[in-house]
């Protein structure tokens, strides 16, 4: 009569996945990538002592480019210019144009950086380059409490990408990542205050993250119908 209680599982992005209950949507699924051979390499994940949503902002806020990857990105323009950013329920996303400064980035030549983020927990860039093609970088952090995370992500190459090796370019990604870490690690407060408890202006850099808040609270009450109605 001994018995194991099973979960579902389903592998993408280079991880494993799982569910501890009904799900109330499907799986992060972006289009972007149906129809594109993508080569993926998991890296190790990184604790960051913040929120989930603190962590998905920080990952697409291109306004800090200049002051905080210097090193990675190189000199970077410190005005941001005007978002075009789009929003689909829980879907946020918008493109910026990345030229290649002189950092680690600097080799393969200047791309459209199109930001993809779902509510409530995964962020990426697809990186389009003019000649080597298409690399991805992809989010998903992990809540351990209300204000940590442990963040586990990975990078794609197109399987026939004329650039960088998939272990060159994961070294680059976690670059960033750690000179992103002890800047997220001074947050206050280190959630997003959902309930405005805590004074916030917005400049024209944040529309993409207003749309994320957006999106979050679009979730939230996809998840209230589902607790009383039972129906994704």
């Given at each position: 009569?001994?018995?194991?209680?099973?979960?579902?599982?389903?592998?993408r992005?280079?991880?494993?996945?799982?569910?501890?209950?009904?799900?109330?949507?499907?799986?992060?699924?972006?289009?972007?990538?149906?129809?594109?051979?993508?080569?993926?390499?998991?890296?190790?994940?990184?604790?960051?002592?913040?929120?989930?949503?603190?962590?998905?902002e920080?990952?697409?806020?291109?306004?800090?480019?200049?002051?905080?990857?210097?090193?990675?990105?190189?000199?970077?323009?410190?005005?941001?210019?005007?978002?075009?950013?789009?929003?689909?329920?829980?879907?946020?996303?918008?493109?910026?144009?990345?030229d290649?400064?002189?950092?680690?980035?600097?080799?393969?030549?200047d791309?459209?950086?199109?930001?993809?983020?779902?509510?409530?927990?995964?962020?990426?860039?697809?990186?389009?380059?003019?000649?080597?093609?298409?690399?991805?970088?992809?989010?998903?952090?992990?809540?351990?409490s209300?204000?940590?995370?442990?963040?586990?992500?990975?990078?794609?190459?197109?399987?026939?990408?004329?650039?960088?090796?998939?272990?060159?370019?994961?070294?680059?990604?976690?670059?960033?990542y750690?000179?992103?870490?002890?800047?997220?690690?001074?947050?206050?407060?280190r959630?997003?205050?959902?309930?405005?408890?805590?004074?916030?202006?917005?400049?024209?850099?944040?529309?993409?993250?207003?749309?994320?808040?957006?999106?979050?609270?679009?979730?939230?009450?996809r998840?209230?119908?589902?607790?009383?109605?039972?129906?994704p």
């Amino acid at each position: 009569k001994a018995a194991i209680r099973t979960y579902p599982a389903v592998e993408r992005f280079g991880h494993v996945w799982t569910v501890l209950e009904e799900p109330v949507t499907e799986l992060y699924d972006p289009e972007e990538w149906r129809d594109r051979d993508l080569v993926w390499l998991a890296a190790d994940p990184l604790s960051s002592s913040t929120g989930v949503a603190v962590a998905i902002e920080n990952f697409r806020d291109v306004a800090h480019f200049p002051f905080v990857h210097q090193v990675s990105m190189g000199p970077t323009p410190e005005v941001v210019e005007p978002l075009q950013v789009r929003r689909d329920g829980i879907d946020v996303r918008m493109d910026h144009q990345l030229d290649a400064g002189s950092g680690d980035w600097a080799a393969q030549g200047d791309c459209l950086m199109s930001y993809h983020c779902v509510a409530p927990g995964l962020a990426s860039i697809s990186y389009h380059y003019a000649v080597a093609g298409l690399r991805v970088v992809a989010g998903f952090p992990s809540p351990v409490s209300y204000d940590e995370v442990r963040i586990f992500w990975g990078v794609a190459n197109e399987r026939d990408f004329k650039g960088a090796s998939l272990e060159e370019c994961l070294r680059v990604e976690e670059m960033v990542y750690l000179e992103d870490l002890p800047i997220t690690a001074n947050i206050e407060p280190r959630e997003v205050p959902w309930d405005a408890e805590v004074p916030e202006f917005s400049a024209p850099a944040d529309l993409f993250t207003l749309n994320y808040r957006r999106a979050f609270h679009e979730l939230t009450r996809r998840t209230a119908e589902f607790v009383e109605t039972g129906t994704p």
